[in-house]
């Protein structure tokens, strides 16, 4: 016996909160892809918790999922960084208008 | 209250104090630590539903590779530290306001649904076991993610490759 579901639930849906106003609310392309590695993490934990309610395994192989692409988009969003902090030298989203 | 249940709230206070902390700070090395202490206590919280592979993944992947990435980024930029203020009062509180009706909606709706009282069961999930049913129930998916981790791979060394001549640079040079 652990907790009653609901409180992973609560759990996992304050961090991805948390993940979101990183994501909005800081004015750095790291920040903004670290709310999304947040947020992502969150949706594991719930996956998880999912997968042991229902005593299955679906659960945990979608988390395996979950992993692989977020480790793809962190290599492709950080690239991209690097890309725009040569091409503006910043990394502060408001620097981003070469297209005026 | 068993010994398994303090450990969950202790694990969850865990997380979300060092995520807490982490979002609020100014330095960005000191973000990417109170992360990696934030994916250590998810890692127990695996552990604890019993994903032990999973556990292990997190650690690996989440703590080490990813974090250690950032870490790397960091380090190997000079950012300038700019003084990041909070948006005008007047623009975060309405966003405030949606926030705190989306928590107490959110919070009002797991409480009443009947599901979400079950107590958890502990359980096991043998790490030999758990790889023998993704090889068996999802292995066109695990093919499809290892191509996506390739076009990733691939994608961040076209992007990361210095170009001799970028046409777009010299517009920001010229006007700041």
């Excluded at chain 1, 659960?59 to 091409?87: D, H, K, M, P, T």
């Excluded at chain 2, 206070?13 to 250590?40: C, D, Q």
Aim: charged share 10%; net charge positive.
């Amino acid at each position: 016996m652990i907790v009653p579901f609901g409180h992973v639930l609560i759990l996992a849906g304050l961090l991805f909160l948390m993940g979101m106003v990183c994501m909005i609310v800081r004015r750095s392309l790291i920040m903004i892809l670290l709310g999304v590695e947040i947020m992502l993490n969150a949706a594991a934990i719930i996956l998880v918790g999912s997968s042991l309610l229902w005593q299955q395994l679906e659960g945990q192989s979608i988390v395996l999922f979950v992993f692989a692409i977020a480790g793809a988009e962190v290599s492709v969003g950080l690239a991209l960084i690097v890309w725009g902090y040569r091409q503006t030298g910043s990394v502060d989203p408001r620097d981003y208008n070469l297209l005026k | 209250m068993t010994t398994y249940s303090i450990i969950f709230y202790l694990l969850a206070l865990l997380i979300l104090g060092s995520t807490a902390m982490a979002i609020t700070r100014r330095n960005l090395i000191h973000v990417v630590i109170y992360l990696i202490f934030s994916f250590f206590g998810s890692a127990m919280l695996f552990y604890l539903f019993g994903a032990p592979f999973l556990a292990v993944l997190e650690v690996i992947i989440y703590a080490g590779a990813i974090m250690v990435l950032f870490l790397f980024i960091v380090i190997m930029m000079k950012l300038k530290p700019d003084k990041e203020r909070l948006f005008p009062l007047n623009q975060w509180l309405p966003a405030a306001f949606f926030g705190v009706v989306y928590i107490a909606i959110g919070m009002g709706l797991v409480i009443a649904e009947p599901g979400s009282r079950i107590t958890l069961k502990t359980a096991w999930a043998d790490p030999g076991l758990f790889g023998q049913y993704i090889f068996e129930k999802h292995w066109l998916s695990i093919e499809i993610v290892s191509l996506l981790l390739l076009v990733a791979l691939i994608g961040a060394l076209l992007l990361g490759r210095r170009s001799k001549k970028v046409p777009t640079a010299s517009a920001p040079e010229g006007e700041k």
